[in-house]
């Protein structure tokens, strides 16, 4: 199978150069030359494990991969470190059912796919004989950070730098960042938001000077975001599993559509959401949901995307973000694989900080429902939510939630619904302990999740714990103007050490 980029330059590479690549060299993202044709075998695939799934999927868009080869990858991507039995748990609250998919080794969704990249990377690195030390770069709004450092910490072959902005996590994303262990992981805390550091990793991929002489000294850049094809093929396996799981579980009947929920940021959960239908999944609606930064909101009503505003610090701080980099595979799909049309609205995104499709393309949109959430009603549907059905749910969860309650309001649909529950609570603690009327005042962070443990009873995730005993160590903070001379000086002074 091959990929090209949403752009339209000629490069075309194989599965194992766009894992490794993670960006095309003209900025654009990679998609497959020819979207797989596949239907999945649903009824087949009703009994498959989790990770007969993620093998059935993985092969059709891995190819370059044996069937042996493949497993194996899955194998060691989706082990003990899951603490519930088939990596996800799918539960009925209200009348929705959530897919927790928190239950991995830093508590938030990131892991299901970030648990495979390392393994899909290094596998591909070697199907290509790569000689080269993998650097790879990470932004993060304080999910993916945490997740790629545990994916690819002392990962041989590897660096992982991420950059955070110092002000726009939780307190403990942040710990979870500044205590990682590793000889090969460096991370940044940035005056700046995520778009910033953003901004600033897609411009290293594109730079290609810099490519040159990393290259000279035996280095080539990869992505741990949701713009490498290996992060977001991954996503698309839960939900084709969810699907099967509320046919198995006859809450629906196979081939009956589903609405999906999803609290956005990046768009690239909702995006594999849209792929696992283009394999086959029924869907009827897609609920993109984002919190006071409400940018997707306004672009699937208007078609206007808007990007020049305001960021806001809210209480679900991994959706602070006004760039969504994986609306670009989106807007390639609705304009029918259109390049150059993808290449003049990303320019115009990047100049003037706005972009709007046609009124052809516009009508593509209706598969979509959008709405966006305030601080306060986040912290309300939270309330709500523990209060009338004795279920838990994180910031991120309860802005789906509210959304999905506001579409139910407004068209009756009754259509079963599936929302994307994304992080655990417990890495949002003093937003939860404020929901639900708790005193969060003058606590420490593992005071707040006592607290919480003791009004709640819903269990602590040991990695968040654990953290009481770690040590900072990354405490660097530095200007967003200065992120490529400090990468450069980070990789330099590994060259001293080794
Ligand atoms: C990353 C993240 C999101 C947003 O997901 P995207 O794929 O970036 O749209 C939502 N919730 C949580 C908890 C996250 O970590």
């Given amino acids: 199978m091959l990929y090209k980029s949403t752009r339209g330059s000629t490069e075309v590479v194989n599965s194992n150069e766009a894992i490794l690549k993670g960006l095309c060299d003209d900025g654009g993202l990679f998609v497959p030359v020819k979207f797989p044709e596949v239907q999945l075998p649903l009824s087949k695939m009703i009994n498959f494990s989790y990770k007969e799934t993620a093998s059935y999927i993985f092969q059709i868009f891995f190819d370059e991969f044996s069937v042996e080869e493949i497993n194996k990858i899955v194998d060691d991507s989706y082990d003990n470190k899951f603490s519930v039995n088939d990596m996800v748990n799918l539960t009925k609250a209200d009348d929705a059912f959530f897919i927790e998919l928190y239950h991995g080794p ?115 850049f990869s992505s741990a975001n949701s713009i490498n094809i290996g992060r977001l093929i991954p996503q ?165 939630y509210k959304v999905y309650k506001d579409y139910v309001a407004e068209t009756s649909d009754n259509t079963k619904t599936l929302i994307a529950s994304t992080a655990s609570p417990y890495k949002f603690s003093e937003s939860v302990l404020k929901a639900l009327s708790l005193n969060e005042e003058d606590l420490t962070p593992f005071e707040m999740m006592d607290k919480l443990y003791k009004n709640t009873n819903v269990k602590i995730p040991k990695n968040l714990s654990n953290l009481k005993n770690k040590k900072v160590i990354h405490d660097e903070v530095i200007d967003k103007s200065t992120i490529i001379t400090n990468l450069k000086k980070y990789l330099e002074s590994g060259e001293q050490d080794d």
């Fill in 236 to 400: 698309v396996v839960y939900y084709v599993y969810s699907y099967l799981q509320l046919v198995k579980k006859h809450e629906i009947n196979l081939n009956d559509k589903i609405n999906i929920v999803v609290p956005c940021g990046n768009f690239g959960n909702i995006l594999a959401s849209y792929y696992s239908m283009k394999l086959g999944i029924p869907v009827n609606k897609f609920i993109c949901a984002s919190n006071k930064n409400n940018v997707l909101t306004d672009f699937f009503k208007t078609g206007f995307y808007d990007a020049k505003r305001e960021m806001y610090t809210t209480v679900s701080p991994s959706m602070d973000i006004l760039v969504s980099s994986n609306l670009e595979r989106y807007i390639y799909e609705i304009s029918g694989e259109n390049e150059t049309f993808v290449k003049d609205s990303m320019d115009s995104l990047q100049k003037y900080g706005h972009f709007e499709i046609t009124d052809k393309f516009k009508k593509s949109l209706d598969k979509f429902y959008a709405g966006f959430c305030s601080d306060s009603d986040t912290l309300k549907a939270i309330n709500e939510m523990y209060e009338s059905h004795n279920y838990l749910i994180d910031t991120h969860t309860a802005v789906a």
């Fill in 106 to 220: 830093t508590s938030a969704f990131k892991d299901m796919a970030l648990s495979a990249l390392p393994h899909l990377m290094t596998e591909s690195g070697k199907k290509i004989s790569l000689d080269k030390e993998l650097v790879i770069l990470t932004a993060t709004s304080g999910d993916t950070g945490k997740a790629a450092l545990e994916g690819f910490s002392d990962v041989e072959g590897t660096k992982i730098v991420v950059f955070y902005p110092e002000k726009g996590v939780s307190n403990m994303q942040k710990l979870q960042m500044t205590t990682q262990e590793g000889k090969n992981v460096k991370v940044f805390g940035i005056k700046g938001n995520f778009d910033d550091a953003q901004r600033a990793v897609k411009t290293i991929f594109t730079d290609s000077a810099l490519r040159k002489e990393m290259n000279e000294k035996g280095r080539i």
